[in-house]
């Protein structure tokens, strides 16, 4: 089993009612979860998809500027808790001196997961969230290490990949990609 996307902290979240992963409030009801999945089948495994939306996160839920790669708006709209539409904001290029926390990010989520009972995670790197806005040269007009090339592209990805690597065995992690 893999979960749906996991929002990984409070600047991810982008999407009404979406599951996360970066409270002890949300540790605690994803070993609810995860021990009816063990408990099923001991043989069964679960594994938690990690999800930072990026430039289709929003204020409405946070009160946070949503970050990407570059400051490009994506097309379309969220909706909001009330069920509202409004168009997606246009996001701030994250610095790259905040790259780090990022990556930061997403290794404490993958902590937090491990705690809950996941028996590995995949990384969400595709569909036009954050990372994927890395990796796409339509959202990713950067001049530093993480723009440009394909391999200052894939940079913080692969970044991302070693930081989860710290928590689970490689043979653990998977990355969705589009």
């Not at 990556?103 to 902590?111: D, I, K, L, Q, T």
Request: glycine share 8%; charged share 20%; with cysteine.
């Amino acid at each position: 089993v893999i979960s749906e996307g996991t929002i990984i902290s409070k600047g991810g979240m982008g999407w009404a009612g979406a599951a996360a992963i970066y409270t002890p409030e949300h540790v605690e009801g994803w070993k609810k979860v995860n021990q009816q999945v063990h408990d099923q089948d001991a043989q069964n495994i679960i594994y938690c998809q990690l999800w930072h939306m990026g430039r289709t996160t929003s204020s409405c839920f946070h009160d946070l500027q949503p970050v990407s790669a570059s400051d490009i708006a994506a097309t379309g709209q969220v909706t909001d808790y009330d069920l509202s539409k409004k168009p997606y904001e246009v996001p701030r290029a994250l610095e790259t001196s905040e790259v780090a926390g990022v990556v930061e990010e997403y290794r404490a989520a993958a902590a937090n997961c491990k705690e809950a009972g996941f028996d590995g995670v995949e990384i969400h790197a595709a569909n036009g969230y954050l990372l994927d806005q890395f990796l796409q040269t339509c959202s990713n007009k950067r001049t530093d290490d993480y723009g440009g090339s394909l391999e200052n592209r894939f940079r913080m990805l692969k970044e991302v990949v070693e930081a989860v690597k710290t928590v689970f065995p490689v043979a653990r992690i998977g990355v969705r990609l589009s």
